[in-house]
């Protein structure tokens, strides 16, 4: 039972356009997002996170938008940069299960120069 | 310089024989995870621990076993009952909150001959 799923593998654009990345999840009880970027043979890096109670979250490039009644939420990058060529996962909590994540299969964003 | 550690980056063993991989950290989480990544299938958690001497199965721990003896330190142990255990392995730590973000280390890229 996939509770959190990213159903694109893979995703290509230019420098300096708008990337947007999908993320939908089942379990209404999530209450917190967060979007993490993963280079090859490292780990992942924390990008950017969201509450359940907003329905939008900046941080300079980086964007989350959170439609709660659809359990959908997505991540723009604006304008991407070839750096930022790597795969994506998104993630979901529950503050009553305490700090566990599932995450999503992830997906792989190259930008193009 | 605080973080978290995981080694051996690379790691062969025989078909059969159980091994241990470290994950080290000085960030002073309570809460520590083990994941497995397969290509196309994300991030599945293993185990996790929220505070030392505890800790409970993810979705995938058959094959699989863990302690949790010091705060820095949460050792995973791939057992000959675990079918498919060529994989990369990464290990995180968080504050026990959902709201805190996980650290990861490195991983480790786990091969059975």
């Known amino acids: 039972d996939q509770q959190v799923k990213q159903n694109s593998p893979s995703l290509s654009v230019q420098e300096g356009r708008i990337s947007i990345l999908n993320c939908d999840y089942t379990?209404?009880?999530?209450?917190?997002f967060l979007w993490y970027k993963k280079y090859p043979a490292e780990g992942p890096t924390f990008l950017i996170s969201?509450?359940?109670?907003?329905d939008k979250n900046e941080d300079g490039r980086f964007t989350v938008f959170l439609n709660k009644s659809a359990k959908h939420l997505s991540l723009h990058i604006v304008p991407s940069q070839p750096g930022d060529s790597a795969v994506y996962f998104c993630?979901?909590?529950?503050?009553?299960?305490?700090?566990?994540?599932?995450f999503g299969e992830g997906t792989q964003l190259t930008v193009n120069p | 310089d605080g973080g978290i550690t995981q080694s051996p980056k690379y790691l062969f063993r025989k078909e059969g024989q159980n091994v241990t991989l470290s994950c080290e950290q000085n960030?002073?989480?309570?809460?520590m995870y083990w994941y497995r990544q397969d290509p196309g299938q994300g991030l599945r958690l293993i185990y996790y621990?929220?505070?030392?001497?505890?800790?409970q199965k993810g979705d995938i721990a058959e094959g699989y076993s863990v302690s949790r003896e010091k705060k820095e330190s949460f050792p995973l142990t791939v057992t000959s009952a675990q079918k498919n255990p060529t994989a990369f392995y990464l290990c995180?730590?968080?504050?026990?909150?959902?709201?805190?973000?996980?650290?990861f280390g490195p991983g480790t890229r786990l091969t059975v001959l």
């Open positions: 995180a730590s968080s504050f026990p909150s959902v709201f805190n973000e996980q650290f």
């Open positions: 379990n209404s009880m999530f209450d917190y």
């Open positions: 969201i509450s359940s109670i907003k």
């Open positions: 993630a979901a909590g529950e503050e009553t299960s305490g700090s566990r994540l599932t």
């Open positions: 960030l002073n989480h309570d809460a």
């Open positions: 621990s929220q505070i030392v001497n505890d800790f």
